[in-house]
């Protein structure tokens, strides 16, 4: 038997593995997919990824509800973990494809199981994403992906793009090693790795978004890209809006955690105060549960004069639990006599309507980077609600005009002094925080994302 004919059978089996490998591949993007019928219009697709709660994801939703409304269709591909936006589920050109959720037993605070369930949590994370971006959705012109987290969405973005000949845009939020940073330590080598592999990464993507000007130059200087930055402000959508009085007591008394108070509120003896949070590590409620301690103090002795106050936080997260057992410990100790604090997870609209029935906003974001932004002040500043909030990062600036829009503060004293002043003093000093909140809420989500994103996607 001749050399040739001993390998011919290996080469043919090679030949058909190779065969239905290529076969098997996800379908790659042709503009003809995208090709108008008669007499209508190109219809660009999009598929939006989020390796993260959509519901608890509002700038995505943004993105998909933008791309429809200009014509185009979204593929939203995310957890579903909590209520979407309603006007996500009614659209017709919107499809969500939710990814498995995570088994229970690889959920893990401590450090020292996260780096061993940890690989295991990403390896399913790459087969969910590969079906899903790959299978089960149709091929795209674009692909838009939350970043963080990044690992791993970032690298199977970067395979499927290539395979499918999608373009990819990164939606920086922020840095995914800095907010791992957060648990490790910047020095930890885990942490180095994900900023290795964040910065490799993303250099081939076609274009980015970021949140601040601040965070564009940080790609630029310290990542090397040298693809398109677009800056793409966080801005409040026609969702938020000003409440008159009336609207403002029908909602309040409407609401479960305020309609007990609605009397005091009405006769203006108790502020209502608004926090929305994640209830992640890069909050530290205790700055404010302090403040309130101090606040309710001089209220009940050298300062009489001062209102009391309610607080209402929104939102989900992994915090919660240890911040609703730090209030009832202070309560049993009578040390917020004049401060009530409740928790609630709303709906879009009563969320909206409560920033619009507010007195004052509260925000303890402290940017793990120094240059994201949290988006909770500008639905305050849609809503006319003036903020107060951590001011101790670079790209604080940005987003809030001191005396003008807003108050900033880097201490428990600080948060307390700026709490007396603006509630027990001039109320001269709200107002003008007021009307600032308000000049800053008037440009509209629709207003950024058309003249940025919109022609981008070649949409506007």
């Keep these: 038997m001749s050399a040739l004919e001993q390998w011919l059978p290996a080469a043919v089996i ?17 503009r003809d997919l995208d090709a108008p019928s008669a ?11 989020v390796l993260g709660d959509i519901g608890r994801s509002p700038r995505m939703q943004y993105h998909a509800l933008s791309i429809a409304k200009h014509g185009g269709f979204v593929d939203l591909i995310g957890y579903c973990e909590s209520e979407l936006h309603p006007h996500i589920t009614s659209n017709s050109a919107i499809t969500v494809y939710p990814i498995s959720p995570i088994p229970n037993f690889l959920k893990t605070k401590s450090k020292r199981v996260f780096l061993v369930f940890g690989p295991s949590k990403v390896l399913i994370q790459i087969w969910s994403l590969w079906l899903i971006l790959g299978y089960r959705t149709g091929p795209a012109k674009w692909m838009l992906i939350q970043n963080p987290p990044s690992i791993p969405s970032l690298f199977v973005a970067q395979v499927i793009c290539f395979i499918r000949n999608t373009l990819l845009i990164v939606d920086w939020h922020n840095f995914g090693h800095s907010i791992l940073a957060l648990k490790f330590g910047n020095k930890h080598p885990l942490v180095q790795a994900s900023r ?4 490799t990464l993303s250099q081939s993507a076609t274009a980015h978004f970021t949140v601040t000007d601040a965070m564009g130059r940080v790609l630029n200087k ?7 930055i677009m800056s793409l402000h966080d801005r409040p959508t026609s969702d938020f809006c000003l409440l008159n009085d009336s609207q403002r007591l029908k909602f309040l008394r409407r609401l ?22 994640s209830w992640t590590p890069d909050e530290d409620f ?11 103090k001089l209220a009940m002795h050298s300062h009489p004069h001062l209102p009391g106050i309610i607080v209402i936080v929104t939102g989900k997260g992994p915090q919660k639990a240890d911040f609703l057992t730090k209030i009832a410990m202070l309560e049993a100790e009578d040390n917020l006599e004049m401060v009530a604090i409740k928790t609630a997870w709303l709906t879009i609209e009563d969320y909206a309507s409560l920033l619009g029935a507010a007195d004052l906003g509260i925000c303890l974001h402290m940017s793990s980077s120094g240059v994201d932004l949290p988006m909770k002040v500008v639905d305050m500043f849609g809503a006319g609600l003036p903020v107060v909030g951590w001011g101790q990062y670079t790209s604080w600036s940005e987003l809030v005009t001191e ?20 509630l027990g003093g001039d109320k001269s000093k ?7 909140a308000i000049r800053e809420g008037k440009r509209k989500w629709d207003d950024e994302w058309d003249s940025v994103a919109g022609k981008l996607f070649e949409l506007c």
């Design 256 to 277: 479960e955690v305020t309609a007990p108070y609605i009397d005091e509120i009405e006769k203006g003896k108790l502020k209502l105060l608004v926090s929305s949070t």
């Design 286 to 296: 205790s700055l404010l549960l302090e403040a309130l301690v101090k606040y309710s």
């Design 196 to 199: 290795l592999y964040e910065r």
């Design 39 to 49: 007499g209508s219009k190109r219809r660009v697709r999009v598929q939006i990824l």
């Design 14 to 30: 090679l030949f058909t593995l190779i065969s239905l490998f290529l076969i098997l591949l996800p379908t790659p993007y042709g």
């Design 430 to 436: 709200m107002q003008i925080l007021k009307e600032g």
């Design 403 to 422: 005396g003008v829009s807003g108050r900033g503060f880097g201490s428990v004293t600080e948060l307390e002094e700026i709490l007396v002043d603006l």
């Design 222 to 228: 310290d990542y090397g890209i040298t693809r398109p």
